[in-house]
């Protein structure tokens, strides 16, 4: 039972340009939300978080948006830039992220020039 | 660097060896998490402690799986008769709030 769920495993887009990374939940108890960059060989490193009373969250060039009508978050990069190339992976939770994090399936995505 | 770290890196063991991994938190983080993460999915729960408490368990943790936090600083996990099917990478996550990631540790065994 696959709470978390990222359903494309991969996204090509041009640099300078925007990048969406999609994310849908099933739990609606689910309260916060938060989307790690991973790199080969490294850990996932946190990126940028939102609870579930607000619908955006911005930091520069990362904003996250939440609709909990439809269960769905999603991860805006703009402007792209070849170093975001990474899998992304959208994690839900619950109380402001001091429990266990349930996880998608991550998206790699490439920023080329 | 007061990151997350993880010891060893890489370990290959032989099926039915036991294995020992070890996480060193961030410091001031009293939170610790034990996840597992295979090829194409992302990481799992497998466990958490707040100091030296283990408050919660996933399914996942056989019973050949056991953590410990003594004095609520560093964790071990280990794995007991180990099977072709622990292969992963195991990662150890703490925090205040958000949970930073240590390197992982990355399990084979043949």
């Known amino acids: 039972d696959q709470q978390v769920k990222q359903n494309s495993p991969s996204l090509s887009v041009q640099e300078g340009r925007i990048s969406i990374l999609n994310c849908d939940y099933t739990n609606s108890m689910f309260d916060y939300f938060l989307w790690y960059k991973k790199y080969p060989a490294e850990g996932p490193t946190f990126l940028i978080s939102?609870?579930?009373?607000?619908d955006k969250n911005e930091d520069g060039r990362f904003t996250v948006f939440l609709n909990k009508s439809a269960k769905h978050l999603s991860l805006h990069i703009v402007p792209s830039q070849p170093g975001d190339s990474a899998v992304y992976f959208c994690a839900a939770g619950f109380s402001g992220g001091y429990n266990k994090l349930i996880f998608g399936a991550g998206t790699r995505l490439a920023v080329h020039p | 660097d007061t990151g997350v770290s993880q010891n060893p890196r890489h370990k290959i063991t032989k099926r039915g060896q036991n294995v020992t991994f070890r996480c060193d938190p961030i410091s001031e983080h009293n939170r610790l998490y034990w996840y597992r993460q295979t090829l194409g999915q992302g990481p799992e729960f497998l466990t958490y402690f707040q100091n030296e408490a283990q408050l919660e368990k996933s399914r996942l943790l056989s019973d050949r799986f056991s953590a410990e936090r003594p004095k609520g600083s560093f964790s071990t996990l280990e794995i007991q008769r180990t099977e072709q099917g622990d292969s992963a990478m195991y990662l150890c996550?703490?925090?205040?709030?958000?949970?930073?990631f240590g390197p992982g540790t990355r399990l084979t065994v043949t």
């Open positions: 996550a703490s925090s205040p709030g958000e949970q930073y």
């Open positions: 939102i609870s579930s009373i607000k």
